[in-house]
């Protein structure tokens, strides 16, 4: 092989494989000499690619841990294979990685051919992933309209899309997107509205066709400390808050377990505990969650809920019954 950048990236494949490669078969692979893999073993080094060589007859190379992270070089079946898992983790968002997943598959996707593109999104058609109270039940997100989101905020680029009210009532806008924000439920996007000239908070579930215009902005001042600081205000203003008095007939440390993020259950004995907080989520998804926990409890406040669960259980009992009959 005399094209030297290919036979760089060549070694470069051999060597991200997790074993040592003695320094003949990696002439013999290359179809070169062995003084010609250790200069292409240097060129890499001085690359950035941490490049471990141990002594012996033979010799061996192999790519270990560095201080920083190079590029890496992957073959179609590995790239679709991380293009699908970062699919997956973007589309149910993952708490802790959310927005690097988005901005690694937004990268991905930008240089995949198009015949990958089309694997990865037969595969991703064909596959569905496991929900349950382990996991946040938040609406699908469409991966596709996420990438686009990613690309028009780091390239500062004006967005387009068709977007969908909680009342159902339909528009279309044109923003200057700033920031994707993931609360481990939903997908945000904090943007500045052109026509209605102020910030807004958009459902990213609820947007369509997005599309980046092309034409470029400079970024205006967030009237917040951070894009994660102006969506928890956007919500608590959207949400009543609801005090909570439940009591539980399971062990503190399960309901808590069941209940993240709702507060801290108190204990009422071994077998029984109550739960008191103020919580900014709606009716309808705090009595979903309250009926996941899966034990019997109780609710002495607010009333509003109380009623709720009553309506909901006539409907699920009727649904049930339909079912037998």
């Not at 739960?275 to 309808?284: I, K």
Request: proline content about 6%; hydrophobic content about 40%; some cysteine.
């Amino acid at each position: 092989m005399t094209d030297t950048p290919a036979r760089l990236l060549q070694l470069l494949s051999l060597l991200q494989t997790p074993r040592e490669w003695p320094g003949g078969e990696l002439a013999d692979r290359l179809g070169v000499s062995r003084r010609t893999v250790r200069r292409d073993v240097d060129r890499l080094r001085e690359l950035g690619y941490p490049v471990q060589a141990t002594l012996g007859a033979d010799g061996g190379y192999r790519l270990v841990a560095g201080k920083a992270m190079p590029p890496l070089v992957l073959d179609d079946e590995e790239a679709v294979a991380i293009a699908v898992g970062l699919r997956a983790g973007a589309g149910h968002a993952v708490d802790g990685v959310e927005e690097a997943s988005v901005r690694a598959l937004a990268k991905l996707e930008q240089v995949l051919p198009s015949r990958l593109r089309h694997r990865v999104a037969t595969l991703q058609a064909a596959t569905m992933p496991l929900v349950g109270p382990w996991r946040g039940d938040g609406a699908t997100v469409d991966p596709h309209t996420l990438t686009v989101m990613a690309s028009a905020v780091t390239g500062k680029e004006r967005l387009r899309f068709d977007y969908r009210k909680g009342d159902g009532s339909e528009s279309r806008r044109q923003v200057e997107p700033y920031r994707l924000v993931s609360t481990g439920r939903r997908w945000y996007l904090v943007a500045y509205d052109i026509e209605r000239e102020d910030w807004r908070t958009f459902r990213v579930d609820r947007v369509e066709n997005p599309f980046a215009t092309g034409s470029r902005f400079a970024p205006r001042e967030l009237p917040a400390q951070n894009a994660a600081e102006f969506v928890s205000r956007s919500l608590n203003r959207m949400q009543p808050e609801l005090d909570l008095d439940v009591t539980f007939e399971a062990p503190a440390d399960f309901v808590a377990a069941r209940l993240t993020g709702m507060g801290t259950p108190v204990p009422l004995g071994e077998a029984r505990c109550r739960l008191r907080a103020r919580v900014t989520e709606s009716l309808e998804w705090v009595a979903v969650r309250l009926a996941l926990v899966d034990c019997e409890f109780a609710v002495a406040s607010p009333v509003a809920l109380t009623e709720y669960l009553a309506d909901l259980g006539g409907r699920i009992t009727r649904a049930a019954g339909a079912g037998l009959g």
